[in-house]
């Protein structure tokens, strides 16, 4: 059933980017588990070894704070569609932010996002497929718009005030690190 390996194959690769939704799992040592559900064009393969994930300004910033306790992520894809499948990606994972020097070269495998707060750049060390037999049959419709035209109505300013009330602690009051406006 499981099968395990050191990076992400031709074939898993081929899976990961035809899947239109992930999930983001990550736990600081206390507290709240999260995992958050990710879409949008939101995820690079940059090798073998590394993803990286634009994450958009939303209602909590949960990953960035655990992160700075515990940096271990997994990142599962789930195929809805064909063939039955799990994937996971586990892995050791950072936050860059737009004043750190690699948000220019990252931000920039990502179409424009208006909000985007944090790229989380995961190092794998493990990936494994299983089966997915309990998966149920979904069909993908189309993104939502909702995000981009919530973040368009906040304005840059709106946007930097929300980010700065709401995204600055966990809602187990860890701080996130994002950088002061």
Known sequence: MATQYPEITDRLRRFIEAQHLYFVGTAARDGRVNVSPKGLDSLRIVSPTRVVWLNGTGSGNETAAHLLDTPRMTVMFCSFERAPMILRLYGTARAVHEPDAEWDELYG?????????????????????????????????????????????????????????????????????????
């Open 109 to 181: 495998l990502f179409p424009p996002m208006r909000g985007a707060r944090n790229i989380f750049v995961l190092d794998i060390d493990l990936v494994q497929t299983s089966c997915g037999y309990g998966v149920p049959f979904y069909e993908f419709e189309s993104e939502r718009p909702l995000m981009d035209s919530w973040a368009a109505k906040k304005g840059e300013d709106g946007l930097v005030e929300y980010q700065q009330t709401k995204n600055r602690a966990s809602i187990d009051g860890f701080p996130t690190g994002l950088p002061p406006a």
